[in-house]
């Protein structure tokens, strides 16, 4: 069946790079999202990737695809505290439903 | 920049009763979609419309919901006779192409 995983949390050091992974599990996916949700807003779409990429780089954000190992990550470089939010994996498989992982919580310190 | 807007942001309902939950797309969007996050829990597919009708539904979406787009720029979600189950966030979210959905702020719903 269709599973998005996400590990909860992540802390780093304002101005360091974050990474946050997500492994899913059907290897139809035809693109992977990104969504950031702050507190009380709704989610945002930062980026998206289509399935027969590897890479995407958006300003300081960078998504790695390898579809070997099911695995997608969102790189957020110089974080600042703006950046804490909770980060949400979603894949589309062949049609327009999302499913979407847990949501893994940033938090960035000073 | 345009966005998704839902109303209200928060509902109590007692259970038993009926709610709808509203929603106004981005205005050239074709596809709208409902979604909901039980606190603590992932968010979840409710329901896709495309072309005045439901083109998906999940297993959640049962006979108690309903979705209407009413006057053409209105979506709204219907929940007939609400249970405590169904108190969560729900996110109601648009598109212009099968990518790329753009979400609402969600409204918080509490069934006491």
């Known amino acids: 069946g269709e599973d998005v995983e996400q590990s909860l949390f992540l802390s780093v050091r304002e101005g360091d790079s974050s990474v946050i992974n997500c492994t899913y599990t059907d290897s139809s996916s035809t693109y992977l999202y990104w969504y950031k949700q702050e507190p009380g807003a709704g989610l945002q779409l930062l980026t998206y990737i289509f399935s027969n990429m590897d890479m995407k780089q958006d300003q300081r954000l960078t998504v790695l695809l390898n579809k070997k190992d099911k695995h997608l990550s969102l790189r957020i470089a110089d974080t600042q505290t703006g950046d804490s939010a909770i980060y949400f994996c979603a894949e589309s498989i062949n049609t327009d439903k999302l499913i979407f992982g847990t949501g893994t919580r940033l938090q960035v310190f000073p | 920049e345009p966005e998704v807007t839902q109303t209200p942001s928060h509902q109590v309902t007692q259970m038993g009763q009926e709610v709808i939950l509203r929603c106004v797309p981005i205005?050239?969007?074709?596809?709208f979609y409902w979604y909901r996050q039980i606190l603590g829990q992932k968010v979840e597919f409710l329901v896709s419309f495309y072309n005045n009708e439901i083109s998906e539904k999940s297993e959640i979406f049962d006979d108690q919901f309903s979705v209407e787009r009413p006057d053409g720029s209105n979506f709204t979600l219907k929940i007939r006779s609400t249970k405590l189950e169904d108190s969560a966030m729900y996110f109601c979210?648009?598109?212009?192409?099968?990518?790329?959905?753009?979400f609402g702020q969600g409204t918080r719903l509490t069934v006491v």
């Open positions: 979210a648009s598109s212009d192409q099968v990518a790329s959905a753009f």
């Open positions: 205005s050239n969007h074709l596809y």
